[in-house]
């Protein structure tokens, strides 16, 4: 296990974990003894993705451009009672540039709208 960005214990939600950076994102996250909740179209290859991930993974087949799906996500990531990092990005300022491109992808902005409104 890894200690970069220390996210170890820590809920971490990610959209698009099937495929490209989502799943680079997923897999970097594990490594570092994350706690996932994971989220993709595509249901099937998302499945195959937390498969191959180790420590606590949960997974749910989300359509990102529908707000109902995308509460649900979050609903799922609150089960222990734990905010998700989204909420703790700020203290990464050493990945800020990172985040700052996150945040311009729309499924991330309207997650994060989501977080601060809820």
Request: zero cysteines; a positive charge; hydrophobic letters at 45%.
């Amino acid at each position: 296990m890894s200690d970069f960005l220390n996210l170890h214990d820590q809920v971490v939600v990610v959209t698009g974990a099937a495929s490209g950076m989502g799943r680079a994102v997923a897999i970097a996250a594990s490594r570092e003894g994350a706690r996932l909740v994971l989220s993709d179209f595509d249901g099937e290859r998302l499945k195959a993705t937390a498969a191959e991930l180790t420590g606590e993974v949960r997974h749910q087949r989300v359509d990102v451009t529908r707000t109902a799906e995308i509460d649900s996500l979050f609903e799922l990531a609150r089960t222990d009672g734990i905010m998700p990092i989204v909420r703790r990005t700020a203290r990464f300022n050493r990945h800020r540039d990172l985040i700052v491109a996150l945040l311009r992808h729309p499924p991330v902005r309207r997650a994060l709208f989501h977080l601060l409104t809820n």
